[in-house]
């Protein structure tokens, strides 16, 4: 899915998992606009996809075939529970009258480099036209921010009284300098992969099913200058800004200079003006209608007349051109092979790796575990937090996670390069060949102790809110 950078600043779709500060009262389970309930308060429909589609934009723009249904239910999930933690810890907060002052909420958004001129000063009239351009009123920007900071603020507020004594430091160092061995199980998505020999039926069947994954619409990559008056200024600036966008094209097109370094003298696009006005790939479709007969119909290296935006006037340079091209099974046969391969060696390993997990959590051994999934169990050498796992490489940071570990205790799935771990501690001793300890680690160990208990003691709180409040979900519904 490409997104224009001119109707987009995509590090605020990124960020605001709220819908503006807007609250809103739980009704009862069969309320289409509810996706979850908690307390007496509510996660809207609206809610939920604004904090879900900037992240499903972002794995189709890394991953063109897009999620698997598996990885779509699960980051579903993730967001919803993120946006339930969130309204949880709002609530806490309005009960132990913690809020975010108007003092507080000034200072966050004077440092944020989006709304600041060229000296690096906080520049008004920027803000302003940069949230105008997202479809954003100051009010709504601003009451998204400070919930952002008020989250922030309670998980500061309940952590900082997670404490511990020196002994129990000392403790948890002697406990990180142990080693170890463990029981392991190794799932590889590759190996899964090379076992899937799908028919010709499954294969035509996938290529309908996911035939947007391989035709695609007219689509054109180009570069912009991008020219916008303040609010301070009016039409006259608008002819102005039309007048020099035109010079501009003037200056290419006779060979005086490169449509790149005029964007990154004069485009007023901050996002893409470090870039040359670089946007990239734009299908026919994605824009309105009078700005799609600007830009399409053009021939590599034409550049547009300037062309007026809702907030100021645009020239583009066409960089490259594809026609919209229409697929047919045998021409792509290969790669539909290859996805539908890979998407069905994604899912059998997520299942097992959830059904290995619910049978640790139920205090099966990985043994057993492994036995009736039909999976192979290793044990490892001895090894500690310093060491890595022998015959894994780069396994150095999962080492570390094991060290606090006890006997019969497992973590997974950890992943290392392309395949997942599973780890069953099945024996430690104290630590042999150990110099003293230093100071530099000391102080990683304090971290890392004051983390884990950070993260579980919140975990706890939250799974005990959510309980207390009868939280209940309806995404599916």
Do not use: C
Request: aromatic share 10%.
């Amino acid at each position: 899915m490409h997104v224009v950078l001119w109707f987009l600043v995509a590090v605020f779709v990124g960020s605001i998992f709220f819908v503006f500060g807007m609250k809103y009262t739980a009704g009862n389970k069969n309320d289409p606009n509810l996706v979850a309930k908690v307390g007496d308060d509510g996660v809207t429909r609206a809610e939920f996809n604004k904090a879900y589609q900037p992240l499903v934009e972002k794995i189709y723009a890394a991953k063109p075939e897009g999620p698997t249904a598996e990885e779509t239910q699960r980051l579903q999930q993730q967001v919803l529970d993120s946006l339930i933690d969130n309204l949880i810890l709002e609530s806490t907060a309005l009960k132990l009258n913690i809020s975010i002052s108007d003092e507080e909420l000034a200072a966050t958004i004077r440092r944020q480099p989006y709304f600041m001129d060229k000296s690096g000063n906080f520049d008004k009239d920027k803000y302003a036209q940069v949230l105008q351009m997202n479809n954003m009123t100051i009010d709504q920007f601003e009451a998204s921010q400070r919930q952002d900071l008020l989250v922030g603020k309670i998980r500061s507020v309940l952590l900082d009284g997670i404490l511990f004594t020196p002994g129990e430091l000392d403790n948890y160092i002697s406990l990180m300098n142990r080693d170890l061995k463990a029981a392991y199980v190794t799932l590889d998505e590759s190996a899964y992969e090379k076992n899937i020999k799908p028919t010709e039926d499954q294969l035509r069947e996938s290529y309908e099913n996911n035939r947007n994954q391989y035709d695609h619409p007219e689509k054109v990559k180009i570069r912009h200058i991008f020219l916008a008056p303040t609010q301070n200024e009016g039409f006259q600036n608008l002819e102005t800004a039309q007048k020099s966008l035109e010079d501009y094209r003037q200056q290419v097109l006779s060979g005086k200079a490169k449509f790149q370094d005029l964007a990154k003298k004069y485009s007023q696009d901050e996002q893409t003006k470090k870039l040359g006005g670089e946007i990239g790939w734009i299908e026919r479709g994605t824009l309105p209608k009078d700005m799609e007969d600007n830009i399409f119909g053009l021939k590599k290296g034409e550049i547009t007349k300037p062309f007026k935006l809702q907030n100021g006037y645009d020239i583009a340079q066409i960089e490259e051109y594809e026609s919209a091209y229409k697929s047919n099974f045998e021409e792509v046969k290969a790669k539909v092979e290859e996805q539908y391969r890979k998407q069905l060696a994604t899912e059998k390993m997520a299942s097992i790796s959830e059904q290995l997990a619910s049978k640790l959590k139920e205090k099966d051994s990985l043994d057993k575990a492994a036995k009736d999934l039909g999976l192979t169990v290793t044990t490892t050498d001895w090894f500690n937090r310093t060491s890595g796992i022998p015959h894994i490489s780069d396994s150095k940071e999962v080492a570390i996670e094991l060290a606090g570990l006890y006997p019969q205790e497992w973590k997974g799935p950890l992943p290392i390069h392309q395949k997942q771990y599973f780890f069953q501690i099945t024996d430690a001793r104290e630590g042999t060949n150990r110099k003293t300890i230093t100071d530099q680690e000391k102080t990683e160990i304090t971290q890392q102790m004051n983390y884990e208990r950070q993260q579980t003691w919140l975990q706890d709180f939250l799974t005990f809110q959510r309980k207390k409040l009868g939280v209940k979900t309806f995404l599916n519904g």
